[in-house]
């Protein structure tokens, strides 16, 4: 009697969950259907939210424990994501948001339901992710129509539940033959096929197809987001524990063959080194070969430069995970030759940042450019972190390069790259009187202020004109609510 009461409750919970989710689908029909995204986007996983602390709730799974107070900490990178569809309208970032965003959901509730056994800084944690999302997820949308089949079953007789599922067999199976049919009679007579086309213009208008067509996604997200919550709250079927491989031996590198390759690479580096911090950051310019300048000097080898450092990144982290630590003093000379490898590739992404300003300075800034900088600055952070990894070998390097990359492109996202762009191209023009009017045309709409600075000038005022002409095509047709988004909004008031 318990068991029958308990599989009762548990049925009725899945019947609210398919509800919820059902609720989230027709959500995700008013703020997205015919809209471009704006604060509709914030506001859906505002909505899944609510939905998954009502199911937490109901499965007593919601806990503001201590222990859990860095999972609720990725409410902070997952809501600043997601309000950049309001704020910002740099259409790259959108995209890549509207992937990462969910995945960050989907990493989050799976730390809050403890559907996983590895940590979620280790790479098991990825493929248990992958598991939930590709496997589960797709296998349990089909519990609702097994729910609905079950109700209608119990609310008929068997007499009549098995006419009904006979009538159903039989006409799923004419349909195909239906079709069949009545293209060669079409075919066979051009009167038939006349009344034929006519019928569906007279039952069934755009409206309605359209209806039509929005149910059918209301219902699909409606079963995905019904198999992801299920995956999360619902039982899974007991599964044959496999026995476990035995564990193969760490692959290791001989301290003394590596001591040897980071002597020579080192020995390189600070020759290299030393000329940069001769020629190029002190300015000396006297003995440099001939027939080149200071000029060309500085700003040649940035790629070449990148590349290296990306190499000497790999051998770090190479050596920091295969070397042999059982012998103390080869140990220990790894460490100070990986320390000078990191500080002589520090020198190198000073030298290849600097080229960069330079060049940039010569010939105008552009996104690639910018953040082709913020990679050099993130790159030195993750090799300040490995330092601190060389000689504290305790700590987990991926977990924090997994913080670190999620704030910095946090961080990405809301200094505006394209505002920064046309300050600092507003300020060369200034400077050189040159500029790209047609670069900055192609920017988002928070360029949309520079680009009426610039109109005050005759020479420039035909070109911006034609840039802020085809800003306000774009932005005049939209009026929704939904769509709203601070920058363009603010770009209309610029704009005629």
Known sequence: ?????????????????????????????????????????????????????????????????????????????????????????NGYFHLFNFVLVPMLFVLQTMLFTGRHKAKWH????????????VYYTPKHTRLPFIMIKGSVKGRMNQRNYGVLKKIMTGLLISLPILLVVLTLLSQADRVFGHFLNEIPDMLIDVDSVEGMFRLFVIGLVTLVVFGYMYSLFGKRAD???LPQPQEQEKIVW???ILVTILTIIDAV?????????????SGAKAALPEGLTYAEYAKNGFNELLTVTVINFIILLATLYLVSRKNRLLYRSVQVLLTLLTVCTSFMLFSAYYRLSLYEAAYGYTHTRLLAHLFMIFLLILFAIALWKIWRDSFSLFKYYALVTLASYVFINYINMDVIIAQNNLERYRATGNIDVEYLGRLSYDVVPYLQELKADESLKAAVTYELENKWAELRGESSWQSFNWSKYRAKQYLP
């Open 254 to 256: 001989d301290g003394i």
């Open 1 to 89: 009697m318990k068991d029958v009461a308990e599989r009762s409750q548990e049925q009725k919970a899945y019947q609210w969950l398919l509800l919820g989710a059902f609720g989230i689908g027709c959500l995700g029909d008013l703020l997205f259907y015919g809209k471009n995204y704006g604060v509709s986007y914030p506001l859906f996983f505002i909505g899944m939210y609510a939905l998954f602390v009502w199911q937490a709730k109901l499965h007593q799974r919601l806990s503001f424990s201590r222990e859990n107070k860095y999972i609720w900490l990725l409410c902070v990178p997952i809501g600043m994501l997601s309000l950049t569809f309001a704020l910002f309208s």
């Open 122 to 133: 280790e790479i098991m944690f990825v493929g248990e992710l992958l598991e939930i999302l």
């Open 239 to 241: 599964t044959v524990e």
């Open 269 to 281: 580096y600070a020759a290299f080194t030393y000329i940069q911090i001769s020629y190029l950051f």
